[in-house]
């Protein structure tokens, strides 16, 4: 068996999902994009191990907010509140809406946003979450 098999189908299965989830991590489409790809990087040389636990989308999202909360503690995050010039096919209501979701996120700590993005984004249990994040429910149902 090649320690790569199984990757490629992987991540063209998941690729998409896990660049909508990096997003919602970062709110920036280029540091999805870096988020993403060095997830992908790490899962790789070591996918034959995360073949066999099961789970390997778990264990690249688990990558994943990991590598986002060490990027956080590395660079505080800057805000950036640029709307583009020209509207894409959306509807304005659709605009607005994602412009106040970005907006409302990027008020939230790196830990915040990832119990908003896995749980109501990716609708993932209280105990999951928890799971993937490596804390207790208790921090993920929060005060």
């Given at each position: 068996m090649?320690?790569?098999?199984?990757f490629h189908d992987f991540v063209v299965a998941r690729g998409g999902a896990l660049s909508r989830t990096a997003y919602l991590l970062t709110g920036e489409h280029h540091a999805a994009e870096d988020l993403v790809q060095t997830a992908l990087a790490r899962a790789a040389a070591r996918w034959r191990q995360i073949l066999e636990?099961?789970?390997p989308e778990a264990y690249v999202r688990r990558i994943m907010i990991n590598?986002?909360?060490t990027w956080w503690r590395r660079r505080p995050a800057r805000?950036?509140?640029?709307?583009?010039?020209r509207?894409?096919?959306d509807e304005p209501h659709q605009i607005l809406d994602r412009i106040s979701l970005?907006?409302?996120?990027d008020t939230l700590t790196p830990r915040q946003r990832t119990v908003v993005v896995l749980r109501f984004y990716e609708d993932m249990s209280e105990a999951d979450t928890a799971a993937a994040?490596?804390?207790?429910?208790?921090?993920?149902?929060?005060?």
């Open positions: 090649d320690r790569y098999d199984g636990q099961g789970e590598e986002r909360i805000p950036v509140a640029q709307v583009p010039d509207p894409g096919p970005g907006q409302a996120l994040m490596g804390c207790s429910i208790g921090t993920v149902l929060g005060p």
